[in-house]
């Protein structure tokens, strides 16, 4: 709660400092989240890498028995 308007500098100062700590401890959590999302995303990445190769490795493993098999 803001200090009151005919109040001292120095009660006004410490309320200024107060909120800036807050605001910091504020900061420190976003960006902590902010690492985890970006770890989060790194991993969706390298999962939807892997299906991807799967599913391109499907069709080409197909080919290559058809190919063999003398089918195509």
């Known amino acids: ?19 800036l700590k807050g605001l910091r401890i504020q900061a420190a959590e976003t960006h902590k ?16 890498g892997i299906w991807g190769l799967v599913g391109a490795a499907i069709p080409v493993g197909m080919a290559v028995v058809a190919k063999m098999m003398g089918v195509l």
């Open 1 to 19: 709660m803001p200090p009151d308007p005919n109040g001292s500098w120095d009660e006004y100062r410490m309320f200024v400092v107060q909120e």
């Open 33 to 48: 989240l902010v690492d985890k999302n970006h770890t989060d995303i790194a991993m969706l990445k390298v999962r939807a």
